[in-house]
T-cell receptor
């Protein structure tokens, strides 16, 4: 069985500040990990994915995430927040016996203050 | 279009009525998924179709829920005798089928049960 825990349902940062959204996973097999972003009244858009290649993954809009097996973490970061980054972010894991099925975290709402 | 298309975008219906939600995946995507997103919660997996294989229905919450897919094209999610707890956004996603491949999401159908 797999699970995802996103620490912090709400994160607030100032424009230009570091963004750090935390994600921890549990998986009985090597996981594939994804970060998605959801803007209001829209579907989910892929930010980046980890599929057992490089542990530091770069995505769109300046986001990146590092896979740390020892910590079972896949935290999402961006060096400098922009107002347009305000959205809800979801971490998800795929793998194991649930072929193709994504297990999502509860989501983190990011607010960016001017 | 190039993306996953869902219709209707919004649906309001009375408790006890049946509803049908439609999903048009990206052309060439063999895998199709339905998820449910309740207010303030993460996404729950409902059902997964992969090519001509038997679908994974393990996420369907009750026998009032069913889904069909014709070949590798359109899918329909049907909810019979709707209840108020069925109110949610229903998201469809498609992918190339390999679990390393990201899922591409539609904008969802917002279902409100009165």
């Amino acid at each position: 069985a797999q699970s995802v825990t996103q620490l912090g349902s709400h994160v607030s940062v100032s424009e230009g500040a570091l963004v750090l959204l935390r994600c921890n996973y549990s998986s009985s097999v090597p996981p594939y990990l994804f970060w998605y972003v959801q803007y209001p009244n829209q579907g989910l858009q892929l930010l980046l994915k980890y599929t057992s290649a490089a542990t530091l993954v770069k995505g769109i809009n300046g986001f990146e995430a590092e896979f740390k097996k020892s910590e079972t973490s896949f935290h999402l970061t961006k060096p400098s927040a922009h107002m347009s980054d305000a959205a809800e972010y979801f971490c998800a894991v795929s793998g194991g016996t649930s072929y193709g099925k994504l297990t999502f975290g509860q989501g983190t709402i990011l607010t960016v203050h001017p | 279009g190039a993306g996953v298309s869902q219709s209707p975008s919004n649906k309001v219906t009375e408790k006890g009525k049946d509803v049908e939600l439609r999903c048009d995946p990206i052309s060439g995507h063999t895998a199709l998924y339905w998820y449910r997103q309740r207010l303030g919660q993460g996404l729950e997996f409902l059902i997964y179709f992969q090519g001509n294989s038997a679908p994974d229905k393990s996420g369907l919450p009750s026998d009032r829920f069913s889904a069909e897919r014709t070949g590798e094209s359109v899918s329909t999610l049907t909810i019979q005798r709707t209840q108020q707890e069925d109110s949610a956004v229903y998201l469809c996603a498609s992918s190339l089928g390999d679990r390393t491949q990201p899922q591409h999401f539609g904008d969802g159908t917002r279902l409100s049960i009165l």
